[in-house]
């Protein structure tokens, strides 16, 4: 393996839940020290970069909030370019809401003046949240946008239903369609990281334990890909998908033989 920048996933990747996978601390150490750039990417939108940075260094492994780039951080970067000062209605937990407003959006009191309905993981989601939402789109014509496609969040011993069925929710009863998914496997995603790292993609070697995210990003963007077994994955899936990860790891540990 030759790369200068390590680009990895944190949920069954790096840690599930509260608890870091063995050897991932290690891996990354080394490879910091042989002058590798790491990255943390994340789809979740639940948190704030600084949040996951402060995760991160509790379980073992420093990280600044600059190394982390997840869902919530470029969605709002997407909507400030996309439609700035945007009412919203935003399907999300309130770190993700507080980001927003630091970035000048206002909160829609109506479906009427809903200008973008924006979907992400939320475990505090009813049905009131879902109803605006089906109105802002069918009344007002308000866009779709979500920050990631993740279907269910692998957690410690659990699974967590995520925006993706959300998504499949709104777009059944709505009848339209989400404008975009800025989160992996998007290129929106592969943009924020390669602005950071400051190498070509062909240097990254993207970690992650989704074929269908993780490594789909990767391999579009022209990346190194190693897929990880420790989360969604298993290693019938792997060998079944259209995707083929460079690497199939049973843990992210095994990079240290790698590197
Ligand atoms: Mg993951």
Redesign the pocket.
């Known amino acids: 393996m030759n790369f200068k920048a390590f680009i990895f ?5 790096i840690y599930l839940g509260e608890r870091l996978i063995r050897g991932a601390d290690e891996v990354v150490q080394k490879l910091r020290d042989g002058g590798g750039r790491v990255v943390f990417l994340s789809n979740k939108p639940l948190d704030t970069r600084e949040a996951y940075a402060a995760k991160l260094a509790r379980l073992g492994i420093p990280a600044a909030p600059e190394d982390v780039i997840n869902s919530s951080f470029v969605a709002t970067r997407y909507l400030l370019g996309r439609m700035p000062g945007a009412r919203l209605h935003v399907i999300g937990e309130p770190p993700f809401l507080e980001e927003l407003r630091r970035a000048g959006f206002a909160t829609a009191r109506t479906p009427e003046e809903t200008d973008a309905v924006v979907i992400a993981f939320d475990r505090t989601l009813d049905y009131g949240k879902l109803h605006f939402a089906h109105l802002a789109v069918r009344r007002r014509g308000a866009v779709m946008i979500a920050t990631n496609p993740d279907a269910f969040c ?1 957690a410690d011993d659990d699974e967590l239903p995520d925006a993706g069925g959300t998504i499949a929710l709104l777009e059944a009863t709505t009848g339209r369609r989400v404008e975009v998914v800025v989160g992996k496997p998007s290129p929106i995603m592969t943009e924020a990281i390669l602005n950071h790292v400051a190498v070509p993609a062909s240097a990254c070697l993207m970690v ?3 074929v269908e995210t ?1 490594i789909r990003m990767g391999h579009d963007a022209g990346m190194g890909t190693a897929l990880v077994l420790t ?2 994955t298993t290693r019938e899936q792997a060998g079944a998908s259209d995707v083929r990860a460079d690497y199939v790891l049973e843990s992210v540990r095994d990079l240290l033989h790698k590197i």
């Open positions: 996933d944190l949920d069954g990747t692998p992650g334990d989704r993780d989360g969604a």
